[in-house]
């Protein structure tokens, strides 16, 4: 059954765990040297978030940008969660508390899209050119469990191009958002829709 607009933001608006953005995380990278607010600045730079393939979970042969689905909370609770059980998850730092949020609607008219979640089986039998939207689930196994689930993770397919006006900047605390402010210029300072630190959510 199809609603209105205001019927939809009504909806979100009456509920905690659920968001009309969609966020994307950064992470550095050691090859070079970046931190994760250079990678954020190498973004805002280029206006285009570059997307991932095999490296970054996604399958098959098509790029795709990764998102979460969530509200602020989640997404720090998320971050919490990696941050904690970082030794037990594998050792690899997937994302940081450093990113960029987009309005979910624009996101959908820009081609994101929720991920599938299902079994290595199943991605057998997709088509190559929709496997960039296959997260793995599989809860067959007490000691081998794979839940991403929480994550409520949506994808665009390629690298995703945005204004600065649809972007609100995620740091992750008081000395984060002190370097942005700083190396941030006037122009991208007046045109971007926000900054968020999200010490204020983790705290």
């Known amino acids: 059954m199809a609603y209105t607009k205001d019927l939809w933001?009504?909806?979100?608006?009456?509920?905690s765990d659920i968001s009309s953005y969609v966020t994307h995380l950064t992470r550095g990278r050691d090859g070079d040297r970046k931190?994760?607010?250079?990678?954020?600045?190498?973004?805002?730079?280029?206006?285009?978030?570059?997307?991932?393939?095999?490296?970054?979970y996604v399958k098959g042969s098509d790029p795709a940008v990764c998102f979460q689905d969530a509200p602020l909370n989640g997404i720090a609770q998320s971050i919490r969660h990696e941050f904690v059980n970082h030794e037990i998850l594998g050792g690899k730092v997937r994302y940081t508390a450093t990113g960029l949020m987009f309005n979910k609607e624009k996101a959908f008219m820009k081609g994101a899209r929720?991920?599938?979640?299902?079994?290595?089986e199943y991605?057998?039998?997709?088509?190559?050119?929709?496997?960039?939207?296959?997260?793995?689930?599989?809860?067959?196994s007490h000691e081998h469990v794979v839940d991403w689930t929480h994550e409520r993770e949506w994808r665009s397919k390629g690298d995703y191009e945005f204004d600065y006006s649809d972007?609100?900047?995620?740091?992750?605390?008081?000395?984060?958002?002190?370097e942005f402010i700083k190396r941030a210029d006037k122009e991208l300072l007046s045109e971007l829709k926000g900054i968020v630190n999200l010490a204020t959510v983790l705290s």
Do not use: C, Q
């Open 35 to 56: 931190s994760e607010i250079d990678v954020l600045f190498e973004i805002l730079h280029d206006k285009k978030i570059k997307g991932s393939t095999n490296s970054g």
């Open 123 to 140: 991605a057998k039998t997709m088509p190559d050119g929709e496997k960039w939207r296959l997260v793995t689930l599989d809860l067959s």
């Open 9 to 15: 933001d009504a909806r979100i608006w009456a509920r």
């Open 167 to 178: 972007a609100i900047v995620i740091v992750s605390h008081t000395d984060t958002y002190r």
């Open 114 to 120: 929720p991920v599938i979640y299902d079994t290595k």
